[in-house]
Nanobody
Framework: QVQLVESGGGLVQAGGSLRLSCAASIRDFSVYSMAWFRQAPGKERGFVAGITRNGGTYYAVSVKGRFTISRDNGKNTVFLQMNSLKPEDTAVYYC???????????????WGQGTQVTVSS
């Protein structure tokens, strides 16, 4: 059974940092494209950052330069380092795994349960 388990969320002041982790129990983790999405109250779930099987990274415009996605294939884990956090970054953050080459929510194969990130002003 595939599981994605996020951790590392919490409450932080604006300007602070958090590091999210997603531990994946997926066979052949290294071939999956991994991504982070987020969903704020009343808004749709949106793409934040993604990393391909080859290590290529992609970011939403709103987080580029502040967030960094990385992966450790030996530990079946993907990370999201979030710096210079803003109140508008407040959301539930979800880990996503896709056996394909895209980062669209509609084509995601597996989702984590989400972790809350709250940034106070």
């Amino acid at each position: 059974q595939v599981q994605l388990v996020e951790s590392g969320g919490g409450l932080v002041q604006a300007g602070g940092s958090l590091r999210l982790s997603c531990a994946a129990s997926i066979r052949d983790f290294s071939v999956y494209s991994m991504a982070w999405f987020r969903q704020a109250p009343g808004k749709e779930r949106g793409f934040v950052a993604g990393i391909t099987r080859n290590g290529g990274t992609y970011y939403a415009v709103s987080v580029k330069g502040r967030f960094t996605i990385s992966r450790d294939n030996g530990k079946n884990t993907v990370f999201l380092q979030m710096n210079s956090l803003k109140p508008e970054d407040t959301a539930v953050y979800y880990c996503a795994a896709n056996a394909g080459l895209t980062f669209a929510a509609s084509t995601t194969d597996y989702w984590g349960q989400g972790t809350q990130v709250t940034v106070s002003s």
